[in-house]
Nanobody
Framework: QVQLVESGGGLVQAGGSLRLSCAASGRTFSYYAMGWFRQAPGKEREFVAV????????YNVDSVKGRFTISRDNAKNTVYLQMNSLKPEDTAVYYCAASTSPLPGNWSSNNAYWGQGTQVTVSS
């Protein structure tokens, strides 16, 4: 079992920044790739970014490339999502997930652990 707890969400004006954190506990952190997903109201959850143990990262959403940075501190069992130049369309609940599956786009409750989510609201 892996427990994930997100923090760092909130209300920010367009152009501002937030840093989300996800603290993991339970099984060995190094086993897992860590990802960030988001779900906006009325929309399906989408895979934002993933990072492997040694730092290889992939960003899935074109609109966040150059603005969001995923990172992890393996000593602290924590993964981060630095979000800069935020836009109203970034408003969503952001979820952290951990999985050994190589396909983050297919992560679900069947093959990944999920946090409870943290709300990010960007006002215009």
């Amino acid at each position: 079992q892996v427990q994930l707890v997100e923090s760092g969400g909130g209300l920010v004006q367009a152009g501002g920044s937030l840093r989300l954190s996800c603290a993991a506990s339970g099984r060995t952190f190094s086993y897992y790739a860590m990802g960030w997903f988001r779900q906006a109201p009325g929309k399906e959850r989408e895979f934002v970014a993933v990072i492997k143990y040694y730092g290889d990262s992939t960003y899935n959403v074109d609109s966040v490339k150059g603005r969001f940075t995923i990172s992890r501190d393996n000593a602290k069992n924590t993964v981060y999502l630095q979000m800069n130049s935020l836009k109203p369309e970034d408003t969503a609940v952001y979820y952290c997930a951990a999985s050994t599956s190589p396909l983050p786009g297919n992560w679900s409750s069947n093959n990944a652990y999920w946090g409870q989510g943290t709300q990010v609201t960007v006002s215009s």
